[in-house]
C-alpha cells in the first residue's frame, strides 16, 4: 500500500479539515517557519505509532476547542491497494469486496484523540459500508452467527465451504445485491474482529512502515536520530519475515496450550470446580524487539556524539537504501525527513537530496521531506511540492503545485535558475553535468569529422544542469528562458529498462514539454552511459565489461573501474571518436539505418538555425 493524503482536523494550527496530498515517490513540503510543515511529519509519526511520538491534550486545536470541540483527528488514505488478501481462514477476498473503501476507492484509516486528554478514542475506517443494519455487521460475526444468518436468507447452498467466514459473507453481500451504502467510521475493535482474530491485524501488517527523522536533537541516551536508520532496518527485515514469524508464532502458540490443557486435565482431577473456572489464552501476541546501534572503536556510542556525525550517518544510511536491489513486493516504506540540511555541510546537503531523489525512484519507497534551502528545495520534482502558507485568517493552507502557487514557492524560497543563460542563443536542459560533457564533446567530435555542422559552442547553444526536468529549479529556469525570448529544449535519459516510476516521469516531462511547443529528446537506451564502446573500455583500462542498451551501465563500469558511478562519463566519454559514437548509436528504422547521436547533435543546433 502507498500513502495518497493526509487528512488533519483541528490538529495543532490546522483548523477544521486539511487534505495534503502525498506524492508517489518524493514529497517535498516547502514554507516559512512556525506555518506547519513540521506538524505534518508528526502527525503521521503519531498516527504510525513511531517510538516517542504520541498526541496529548495541547495537539487540539484552541480555536476548535473554544467552539466547542472535543476530538481531534488525523486521517490517512491509501491506495495502490493488494490485489488479495486472507483475512479469516486461507481463502483470499479484497478490501473493495469486504465494503472497506471510502468514496475515492482508497483505504482510509482514521483515528480520533481526545481533546481533553490527546488520548486515541477510537481507530476507524471510513469506508462506503451498507446501510443495512445487519449488512453492516458482517464483518464483525463469528463463523455460527454468518452461518445462522447465510440459512435464515437461504444461501447455504452458495457456499463452497462452510467453515471459511469470507465465503458466508460474501454470499450473504450477494443475495442482498444491489446494497445501498452510505459512508460510514467502521472501528476497527468492535467492527472488524471475529473469534478473537482481528481482520484489523490483517490489514494493519499490510500499511506502510514509517521512519521519522527529526531535524533537533533529543537528550536522551536513546536518542532516536541516531538508532532509527539502522532500527527501520531491523522493521524492514521483521516485515520481510512475516510469515515465518506467525508461523514461528503459532507453534509457540500451541505448545504452550497443550503445556496448559494437560495442566488442566490434571488440576481437573484433584480441583474440578477450579479447573472449570479457567480458560488458558494469550493476553498479547510476542513482541520481537531488537536493539541496534553502532559502537565507535573508543566506545562512544553514536548517540553521544554530535549531531553532525550522526546527522552523517543518517545521509550514508539513505545512500545505502537507495543502492539496495529492491526485489519483489515488499511492503511499502516511508521515509520521512525534516530539514536534512540540519548540521551538514552544503556539499553533503546536495549529497543526502540525491540520495533521496534515488530511493524515492524505486517501487515500496516514498520519502517526504521539509526545507528551507533553495538548493535541495530547487531539486524536489514540481509535482512534489507542497507550499505551506497561511490564509487571512492565519490558518496554514496547503497548496498543490500551480502555477501562481510554484512562482509564490520560488520567491519565497529564493530558488534561482541556473546561471549561463545571459550569454546563450539557445539553452538545452540536461539533468546533471555529466549530461553537459556528453553534448559537448558529442557535438565537437561529430563536427570534426563532418557529421555535424557545428558544435554547440560555435552556434552559442549552452547545456544547462537543472538537477532534473521537471524540478522546481528547471520550473524557474523555463520561465527565465521564456521571458528572454532564448529558445530551449530539454534533454534526458529515457530510463528505459529502470524503475517503471522513473519512466513514468520522464513521460510526463515530454508531455509537458512537447505542451509547450518546445523539443524534447530522450536516449533510445537506457542512459548516456549506455552508449560507451565496451572495446574502448577494454582498451583504456584492461577492464572487460558487459553490458546492455538497458541495464544499469553507469553502475556496473563504475563498479569495474572502481570509480563513482556519477564519473564514468567523465572519465571515458572523451575517448569515444567519431566512428565509435555512430557505432553505438546506429538504429533501424523502416529498414533504414540511421544514427541517433548525430540525429540529436543537429536537432540540438537546428534551435539556433
Known amino acids: ?36 510543515k513540521s506538524t505534518i511529519l508528526e502527525a503521521l509519526a503519531i498516527f504510525f505509532e513511531t517510538d516517542g511520538a504520541k498526541a496529548d491534550k495541547s495537539d487540539m486545536n484552541c480555536f476548535g476547542l473554544a467552539d466547542g470541540g472535543d476530538k481531534f483527528e488525523i486521517a490517512c488514505e491509501f491506495e495502490d491497494l493488494p490485489a488479495s488478501l486472507v483475512l479469516d481462514e486461507n481463502i483470499e477476498t479484497t478490501l473493495a469486496r469486504e465494503l472497506l473503501l471510502n468514496a475515492s476507492g482508497a483505504l482510509e484509516v482514521v483515528k480520533t484523540f481526545k481533546a481533553s486528554t490527546g488520548k486515541v478514542e477510537q481507530t476507524a475506517i471510513r469506508c462506503e459500508h451498507p446501510v443495512d443494519q445487519e449488512l ?30 469470507s465465503l458466508w459473507r460474501e ?10 451504502c452510505q459512508e460510514t467510521l467502521l472501528d476497527v475493535d468492535k467492527g472488524l474482529s471475529t473469534e478473537g482474530k482481528s481482520i484489523w491485524t490483517k490489514i494493519q501488517d499490510q500499511l506502510p512502515t514509517f521512519a521519522l527523522f527529526k531535524s533537533d536533537r533529543e537528550s536522551s541516551d536513546g536518542d532516536a536520530e541516531a538508532k532509527n536508520p539502522l532500527q527501520q532496518a531491523v522493521k524492514e527485515a521483521q516485515a520481510a519475515l512475516r510469515e515465518q514469524i506467525s508461523a514461528l508464532e503459532q507453534q509457540i502458540e500451541a505448545s504452550v496450550l497443550d ?27 510476542p513482541k520481537w524487539t531488537f536493539s541496534f546501534t553502532l559502537d565507535g572503536e573508543n566506545g562512544i556510542p553514536i548517540n553521544k556524539r554530535g549531531s553532525g556525525v550522526r546527522r552523517l550517518i543518517l545521509l550514508n544510511f539513505f545512500r545505502a537504501e537507495a543502492e539496495k536491489a529492491v526485489v519483489g513486493t515488499q511492503r511499502n516504506v516511508i521515509y520521512a525527513i525534516e530539514e536534512p540540511e540540519t548540521s551538514q555541510h552544503p556539499n553533503y546537503q546536495m549529497m ?30 514540481i509535482e512534489g511540492i507542497r507550499y505551506v502558507t497561511r490564509d487571512g485568517a492565519g490558518v496554514p493552507v496547503v497548496k498543490m503545485p500551480e502555477t501562481d502557487v510554484l512562482r509564490e514557492a520560488a520567491e519565497s524560497l529564493g530558488v534561482l535558475p541556473e546561471t549561463g543563460m545571459e550569454r546563450a542563443r539557445g539553452v538545452v536542459l540536461v539533468e546533471g553535468r555529466a549530461d553537459v560533457m556528453f553534448l559537448r564533446h558529442t557535438s565537437l567530435v561529430l563536427r570534426d569529422a563532418g557529421h555535424c555542422r557545428s558544435s554547440l559552442e560555435d552556434v552559442g547553444i549552452v547545456p544547462i544542469p537543472i538537477g532534473g526536468c521537471g524540478s522546481v529549479k528547471h520550473w524557474v529556469t523555463l520561465n527565465l528562458a521564456d521571458d528572454l525570448g532564448v529558445p530551449w529544449c530539454v534533454f534526458l535519459d529515457s530510463d528505459i529498462g529502470g524503475d517503471a516510476v522513473a519512466v513514468r516521469s520522464i513521460q510526463r516531462r515530454r508531455q509537458e514539454v512537447e505542451g509547450r511547443g518546445r523539443a524534447f529528446y530522450a536516449t533510445r537506451k537506457r542512459e548516456i552511459e549506455n552508449y560507451l564502446c565496451a572495446d574502448m573500455i577494454r582498451d583504456e583500462t584492461g577492464a572487460v565489461v558487459v553490458f546492455t542498451d538497458t541495464c ?15 564519473d564514468v562519463i567523465d572519465r571515458l566519454w572523451p575517448s569515444m571518436t567519431a566512428e565509435k559514437m555512430i557505432q553505438r548509436s546506429r538504429y533501424l528504422d523502416n529498414g533504414d539505418e540511421r544514427s541517433e547521436l548525430k540525429e540529436l547533435i543537429e536537432g540540438i543546433l537546428g534551435l539556433v538555425a
Open 171 to 180: 454470499a450473504i453481500r450477494d443475495s442482498a445485491a444491489p446494497i445501498a
Open 352 to 381: 543526502l537530496m540525491k540520495a533521496l531523489l534515488a530511493l524515492s525512484s524505486q517501487p515500496n519507497r516514498q520519502i517526504v521531506i521539509t526545507t528551507h534551502v533553495p538548493a535541495l528545495a530547487g531539486l524536489i520534482p
Open 1 to 36: 500500500m502507498r500513502l495518497k493524503t493526509v487528512k488533519l482536523t483541528n490538529f495543532r494550527g490546522y483548523r477544521g479539515t486539511t487534505v495534503i496530498p502525498i506524492d508517489e515517490a518524493i514529497t517535498g513540503i516547502v514554507g516559512r517557519n512556525d506555518y506547519g
Open 552 to 566: 544499469d551501465a553507469k553502475r556496473i563500469i563504475g563498479a569495474a573501474l572502481g570509480i563513482k558511478a556519477d
Open 259 to 285: 503445556v496448559a490443557a494437560r495442566t488442566l486435565d490434571k488440576l481437573k482431577e484433584m480441583a474440578p470446580e477450579l479447573a472449570n473456572e479457567l480458560t488458558p489464552r494469550f493476553k498479547e501476541k
Open 136 to 165: 453492516g455487521t458482517l464483518l464483525s460475526l463469528k463463523i455460527a452467527d454468518l452461518k445462522r444468518l447465510g440459512e435464515q436468507r437461504g444461501v447455504g447452498n452458495a457456499v463452497a465451504d462452510k467453515r471459511v467466514a
